[in-house]
């Protein structure tokens, strides 16, 4: 079974700009969380989507937003950037929603740069 | 406020020897309590999880054990090998969250040395 896939891998935005990220999960899971991991802050919760649904968000800005497609794939875009949106974020997948006791599977991440 | 702590920025062990790694976490909400593994230029791996019901879990070289009453849970990798250098995060899930929402700690760079 291929494993969860993000593109692009490396994107440089310039501040102000908008940026889309794109997630496939693995065949079959129907949950899509989003992470962003940055130096200073580690690993953070952005939100989750479930039958194109947002279930859970985090505590990050209105300009951090997301959707999830009927084949389950989904997009996190990032309105008028700013030097602090630097980070890996990360796509996580999971079979079932509400499936906290079961492992999340993550992609490679897409490695943003705002300059 | 950081729910979810590990207070070891790294550790190095030597191959063979076992390693120890270490998570407190302040939220008594949390019930459920993973490891990830993770490499440079790759997402983090699932290691191995623990329901607050049980306070062992073993699978294979990997161990977790949990103290509710301390809020502290660790890993033990034994023996420890080169190919097990990488960061591990620990995270946690509260009952109170539907879905899959996880509290990550900041990491712990593990080095093991041939």
């Known amino acids: 079974k291929a494993g969860v896939t993000q593109t692009p891998r490396y994107l440089i935005k310039t501040r102000g700009q908008q940026v889309t990220l794109s997630c496939s999960p693995i065949s079959g899971h129907r949950s899509v969380s989003w992470y962003q991991q940055t130096p200073g802050q580690g690993l953070q919760f952005l939100f989750e989507y479930f039958s194109e649904t947002q279930r859970n968000k985090g505590n990050f800005p209105g300009r951090f937003s997301g959707r999830q497609f009927s084949n389950s794939r989904s997009e996190m875009n990032v309105s008028t950037l700013e030097l602090g949106d630097s980070a890996l974020y990360l796509c996580a997948s999971s079979p079932y929603r509400g499936a906290r006791h079961v492992e999340q599977y993550f992609g490679p991440g897409t490695r943003l740069t705002v300059t | 406020d950081q729910q ?3 207070n070891s920025p ?3 062990v030597q191959e063979g ?3 120890i790694l270490n998570c407190d976490y302040t939220n008594s909400m949390f019930d459920y309590f993973l490891w990830y593994k993770k490499y440079p ?3 983090p791996t699932f290691l191995i999880s623990i329901s607050s019901i049980k306070d062992k879990n073993e699978d294979g070289r990997f161990t977790v054990f949990l103290n509710k009453s301390a809020k502290h849970l660790s890993l033990h990798i034994v023996p420890s090998q080169p190919g097990d250098s990488a960061v591990y995060f620990c995270a946690a899930s509260a009952q109170e969250t539907s879905g899959s929402r996880l509290t990550f700690g900041e990491g712990t760079q593990l080095t093991v040395n041939p």
Request: glycine share 8%.
């Open chain 2, 17 to 19: 020897r076992i390693s």
């Open chain 2, 10 to 12: 790294s550790l190095s």
């Open chain 2, 4 to 6: 979810v702590k590990q």
């Open chain 2, 41 to 43: 230029a790759e997402g």
